[in-house]
C-alpha cells in the first residue's frame, strides 16, 4: 500500500478564529476563485457566497478528509494540495477512484445517498474549505448563478465518471497512461501551472490503481515514454517532451 494509504487518521482541524466562531474569509481575494465560484458574480452576491465556506481544515499527506460511509454533510473545495478518492473491493483491496487539485471539489458523491461513497485521501499536506450543503442548498435558491454552477459541477462528474469507464474498457494500457499524462497536463494549466512539466503527488502504485494497471506495466511504460523521447521522468517529476506524439497514441485504430 502506498505512504499516502498507509496512515488512516482523522482529519487535523485547524481553529484559526476563536472555537465555535465561523472563519471569515474572503473568497474574492483566492487565487482559485474563478474554479470554486460561478463566474459573473456581482460583488453583493460574493459576499453572500463567501458565507458558504464556514471554515479551512489542513491535512498532512496520508490523513483522511472523510471515509466511505460516514455521513454526508459537507462538500469540500481544495485550497491548495492533492488528494485521491478510493473504495475498497470485495476482495479488501483499495481501488483508487479519481485524484483531485486545488479548485475542485471533494464530496458531491455523497448527495444521493446522504453517505460518502469514497475515502478521501491527501497525498500531500493540503487544505480545504469546508462547505455544509445545506448551506449551499440555501444559498443557491437566493443566488441562482451558484445552483447553475452546482449543477454543472454534478454534470462534469458524471462526464468524468463515463470517461474512466472508457478509459478502462477500451483503451491499452499505453493509451490509459497517455490519456492520464495529457490529463494531469491539462488541469495543471488551466491553475497557471506548466503544461508540460509538473510532479506527480501519487505514486506509480496508486496510477496503476486507478487505470486499472499492474504496477510492473505502470513501470515499463515510463521507460517506453522515456526511451521513445515522448517524456523525461526524474523520481515522480515528469516533462512532457512530445505532446503531440503522447495525443497520437489516442487515435482512432486502423
Given at each position: 500500500m502506498s505512504q499516502a494509504a498507509a496512515t488512516k487518521q482523522p482529519a487535523t482541524v485547524v481553529e484559526l478564529h476563536a472555537p465555535g466562531r465561523k472563519f471569515e474569509v474572503t473568497c474574492s481575494s483566492c487565487n482559485l476563485r474563478e474554479m470554486c465560484l460561478p463566474q459573473g458574480l456581482c460583488?453583493?452576491?460574493?459576499?453572500?457566497?463567501?458565507?458558504?465556506?464556514?471554515?479551512?481544515?489542513?491535512?498532512?499527506?496520508?490523513?483522511?478528509?472523510?471515509?466511505?460511509?460516514?455521513?454526508f454533510n459537507s462538500v469540500?473545495?481544495?485550497?491548495?494540495?492533492?488528494?485521491?478518492?478510493?473504495?475498497?473491493?470485495?476482495?479488501?483491496?483499495?481501488?483508487?477512484t479519481g485524484f483531485?487539485?486545488?479548485?475542485?471539489?471533494?464530496?458531491?458523491?455523497?448527495?444521493?445517498?446522504?453517505?460518502?461513497?469514497?475515502?478521501?485521501?491527501a497525498l500531500e499536506d493540503s487544505e480545504v474549505c469546508v462547505m455544509?450543503?445545506?448551506l449551499i442548498e440555501e444559498m443557491s435558491f437566493e443566488v441562482r448563478p451558484l445552483q447553475r454552477n452546482?449543477?454543472?459541477v454534478l454534470s462534469r462528474e458524471v462526464v468524468r465518471d463515463h470517461g474512466v469507464?472508457?478509459?478502462l474498457g477500451s483503451m491499452r494500457a499505453e493509451e490509459r497512461l497517455a490519456a492520464f499524462l495529457l490529463n494531469l497536463s491539462k488541469r495543471f494549466t488551466r491553475r497557471g501551472y506548466s503544461q508540460t512539466e509538473f510532479h506527480l503527488r501519487m505514486t506509480r502504485e496508486e496510477i496503476g490503481s486507478y487505470l486499472g494497471l499492474k504496477l510492473e506495466t505502470v513501470s515499463r511504460l515510463f521507460s517506453k515514454f522515456q526511451e521513445d523521447g515522448l517524456i523525461e521522468v526524474q523520481q515522480k517529476h515528469v516533462?512532457?517532451?512530445?505532446?503531440?506524439?503522447?495525443?497520437?497514441l489516442l487515435g482512432p485504430k486502423n
Open positions: 460583488m453583493e452576491d460574493l459576499q453572500r457566497v463567501e458565507k458558504i465556506v464556514y471554515a479551512r481544515r489542513r491535512l498532512r499527506r496520508g490523513e483522511t478528509l472523510f471515509n466511505a460511509g460516514d455521513e469540500y473545495a481544495i485550497r491548495s494540495g492533492f488528494f485521491k478518492t478510493s473504495v475498497i473491493d470485495d476482495e479488501g483491496r483499495e481501488q483508487v483531485f487539485m486545488g479548485g475542485e471539489l471533494l464530496g458531491m458523491d455523497g448527495i444521493g445517498t446522504s453517505r460518502y461513497n469514497g475515502t478521501a485521501s455544509p450543503f445545506s452546482l449543477h454543472a469507464m472508457m478509459l516533462r512532457i517532451l512530445d505532446a503531440g506524439a503522447l495525443e497520437g
